[in-house]
């Protein structure tokens, strides 16, 4: 079974700082996905990352998978308390996702 | 814009009673998945359905837990009796389909949030 190592766990920050949180793993995933989960509520897909090297940006979000395919990161520019919540990374093994354990960020005012 | 549905939201059932979970998919999705969320964790398959078929249970503990998709439309999960170690969110999630050489993106539900007391 393939592992993804998420880090930091927790991070809290004030509004309007940048941060960034990351996906590893030994292994290489023909794709990467990105979520984030409000409390109560399922994940939402924020991206997927198929090509190494490959950056996508989704407004103050930016993706990044790394050139091997084994990580991945997501980087927040000015960050605000509407991007509070739980962000996991998921790659794809045999017929569906395996997750890591996520990142909890705390945006506050 | 089409959307996972799930029901209930929020269950409360004492321990060795049964419980079911019901999941109704994007329209037109083949592959439907049901996986379980504990608290500080990332979700984990039980089951992944191709139309009515079972693809992959490996991971569903069959002694309490059964699942099924019977037409190939919506799906039932049921666990039978409850565990107080079952107490977790129950996620469903749909793709277009699977496989055949490239991934298909995973849309998931709001979820049911177990607790067995």
């Known amino acids: 079974t393939q592992l993804l190592e998420q880090s930091p766990q927790f991070l809290s920050i004030q509004e309007g700082e940048n941060l960034t949180v990351y996906c590893n793993s030994s292994?290489?995933?023909?794709?990467l996905q990105w979520y984030r989960q409000e409390p109560g509520e399922g994940p939402v897909l924020l991206v997927t990352?198929?090509?190494?090297?490959e950056v996508k940006k989704l407004k103050r979000l930016t993706f990044q998978f790394g050139d091997a395919r084994k990580d991945s990161s997501l980087h927040i520019t000015a960050a605000q308390p509407g991007d509070t919540g739980l962000y996991l990374c998921?790659?794809?093994?045999?017929?569906?996702?395996?997750f890591g354990k996520g990142t909890t960020l705390s945006v506050s005012s | 814009e089409a959307e996972v549905a799930q029901s209930p939201r929020y269950k409360i059932t004492e321990k060795s009673q049964a419980v079911a979970f019901w999941c109704d998919p994007i329209?037109?999705?083949?592959?439907l998945y049901w996986y379980r969320q504990i608290l500080g964790q990332g979700p984990e398959l039980l089951v992944q359905?191709?139309?009515?078929?079972?693809v992959d249970d490996s991971q569903l503990p069959k002694d309490r837990f059964s699942a099924e998709r019977l037409k190939g439309v919506d799906s039932t999960l049921k666990i039978q009796p409850a565990e107080l170690g079952d107490s977790a969110m129950y996620l469903c999630?749909?793709?277009?389909?699977w496989g055949q050489g490239r991934f298909y993106e995973q849309y998931f539900g709001p979820g049911t949030r177990l607790t067995v007391t």
């Open positions: 990352v198929v090509t190494g090297g």
């Open positions: 998921a790659g794809e093994e045999g017929t569906a996702l395996i």
């Open positions: 999630a749909s793709s277009f389909t």
């Open positions: 359905f191709q139309d009515e078929s079972v």
């Open positions: 292994s290489v995933f023909s794709s």
């Open positions: 329209s037109g999705h083949a592959t």
